[in-house]
């Protein structure tokens, strides 16, 4: 498992834009396909994107923020990136960074990128509010 740092969060109006961030100090990040997971009250922990771990910058996205919202990674930094734009009162959640070696690149298709159990590192959670 690695350890998983994630700052950025905070409270921004509809519209606007934010830039997660979630750093892994120590050794091996490369190694980890990352992902990011949101959950707001009261609903499920919800996939948002994920990019695999070296090689082609193969990358996943939910449904819901496709478009609007980029994942990226610095293996030289050990940190992840997740860019949201166009935020909007939908998108209100605490945003959870998330390691794992179980993903699959298969062609262009992350494998495993969605399922939530197959991230074996977690971070806290950074919370992310948007005022309409």
């Known amino acids: 498992q690695v350890q998983l740092v994630e700052s950025g969060g905070g409270l921004v109006q509809a519209g606007d834009s934010l830039r997660l961030s979630c750093v892994a100090p120590?050794?091996?990040?490369?190694?980890?396909?990352m992902g990011w997971f949101r959950e707001a009250p009261g609903k499920d922990r919800e996939f948002v994107a994920a990019?695999?771990?070296?090689?082609?910058?193969?990358?996943s996205y939910g449904d819901s923020v496709k478009g609007r919202f980029t994942i990226s990674r610095d293996n030289v930094q050990n940190t992840v990136y997740l860019q949201m734009n166009s935020l909007t009162p939908e998108d209100a959640a605490v945003y959870y960074c998330?390691?794992?070696?179980?993903?699959?690149?298969?062609?262009?298709?992350?494998?495993?990128?969605?399922?939530?159990?197959?991230?074996?590192?977690w971070g806290q959670g950074t919370q992310v509010t948007v005022s309409s």
């Open positions: 998330a390691g794992s070696t179980r993903l699959r690149l298969i062609g262009s298709i992350l494998m495993g990128a969605k399922i939530a159990s197959w991230y074996s590192s």
């Open positions: 120590g050794r091996g990040f490369s190694s980890y396909s």
């Open positions: 990019i695999a771990g070296s090689g082609p910058a193969a990358t």
